[in-house]
């Protein structure tokens, strides 16, 4: 499938996407993207990329993923321990705090299964095999 093709399918499909030379970048949402590396008509590689901080740490959705998850989990470990160590800490607003960083974690579950089925589906539009 050459360049012409995949920008027709994604301006038929109203996808944002930018061209920039060799690579089409396509705007999942605002810090989720999809870079298809094209040479000589061809797309040679395709990356998921999510921008945390701007553009400086670029990631890929699974990694992303996966460092917020064990993030999320030190933090409840470091709650369910205080809860142990200090019987005041959970009848005082404790449980408040458990839930909340329960619902952030399935929150970020959540939307990486919203997002992969998203690039899942634009490959497929694609036909791009990975």
């Known amino acids: 499938m050459n360049k012409a093709d995949i920008i027709c399918k994604l301006r038929a499909n109203n996808y944002s996407f930018e ?3 060799d ?6 949402a605002r810090k989720y993207f999809l870079k298809l590396y094209i040479e000589n008509d061809a797309v040679v590689k395709s990356e998921d990329i999510v921008k945390q901080f701007g553009w400086l740490n670029e990631r890929s959705l699974k990694t992303y993923t996966k460092i917020s998850m064990i993030a999320y989990l030190i933090f409840i470990l470091l709650l369910v321990l205080e809860c142990i160590f200090n019987p005041y800490f959970f009848p005082n607003g404790g449980k408040y705090f458990f839930i909340m960083f329960t619902s952030a974690a399935l929150f970020q579950l ?21």
């Not at 690579?23 to 999942?28: I, N, S």
């Not at 959540?110 to 990975?130: A, G, P, Q, T």
Request: glycine share 4%.
């Open 19 to 21: 061209d920039e030379g």
């Open 23 to 28: 690579q089409v970048v396509v705007q999942l």
């Open 110 to 130: 959540l939307e990486f299964w919203y997002y992969n089925k998203r690039l899942s589906k634009i490959k497929k539009l694609l036909n791009l095999n990975d």
